[in-house]
């Protein structure tokens, strides 16, 4: 579904990816994962054009995006959810919803009702501001405003970061479904909903409807090892080791991922 190869880029002089490739099939669940500073948040805003790259060509669907801007990336089925979610706290929560919008392929103009059937808080403060709400209702908001354009493949950035820990293990519920349960029926126990399991069921919805594929940057391995069916280990600007999540072994661990 989404290839790179021999991607480069640069900050200024500083070369910051260098001959990195790497290739994602439909339907995985991938970790990205590598110590801070190695270019993984950069690699993630090169695939989507947040950032140029200095060479190389980026694949998705068997389509170059090279050349694209990041907008017309996001109208061709990429949702993003970046680092610290970068909602805008001054506007509206249904001002932040629309913003997605502007990325839905058919050009609508509604926001869909699924979006408040998935996560019906957002329906309740609709007029409150972005940056008034906890850490886990903004990552629900900056899900939501990436499931408006309803993507085929969601990259998320640091998931977990700012979010209580006792929901932690809930948003890795949320990807797993949203990955691994196509067609399947899901039951969930019966208690009192917290905000992580609301994640997790609007993914599951998403999922059943679209099939996502999922390519997700995170720190904490025993969360990857819970969500992830592979990973990529990134060092120094590059893909240094890769394959499935049994083949992680304590040596790469120790070498790449261990600060």
Not at 136 to 156: D, E, N, S, T
Not at 203 to 227: A, D, P, S, Y
Request: charged share 30%; with cysteine; hydrophobic share 40%.
């Amino acid at each position: 579904m989404l290839s790179v190869a021999a991607l480069n880029q640069y900050y200024g002089e500083s070369h910051t990816l260098w001959d990195l490739c790497l290739d994602i099939p439909a339907g995985a669940s991938v970790a990205l994962m590598g110590r801070n500073g190695v270019g993984k948040t950069t690699l993630l805003k090169c695939i989507m054009g947040l950032l140029p790259a200095r060479s190389g060509e980026i694949r998705y669907e068997d389509r170059s995006l090279t050349a694209l801007r990041a907008e017309r990336r996001a109208e061709l089925g990429i949702g993003y959810v970046p680092q610290g979610r970068e909602i805008f706290p001054m506007l509206t929560v249904e001002e932040n919803l629309r913003t997605g919008l502007r990325a839905r392929g058919d050009k609508s103009k509604r926001i869909p009702e699924e979006i408040f059937e998935i996560f019906p808080v957002l329906k309740t403060m609709l007029r409150r501001r972005g940056g008034d709400l906890s850490g886990g209702q903004q990552q629900q908001l900056a899900i939501g405003r990436a499931l408006v354009l309803r993507p085929k493949l969601l990259i998320l950035d640091e998931p977990t970061e700012g979010i209580q820990p006792n929901i932690v293990s809930e948003i890795g519920d949320v990807i797993i479904r949203l990955n691994r349960a196509r067609g399947k029926e899901i039951h969930f126990e019966k208690r009192e909903p917290s905000v992580g399991d609301e994640i997790r069921d609007a993914i599951v919805r998403v999922n059943r409807e679209m099939g996502v594929t999922v390519l997700l940057v995170e720190q904490k391995q025993h969360f990857v090892k819970r969500v992830a069916d592979r990973f990529l280990v990134m060092d120094k600007g590059r893909i240094v080791a890769g394959g499935a999540m049994e083949d992680l072994t304590e040596d790469l661990v120790r070498r790449y991922l261990t600060v």
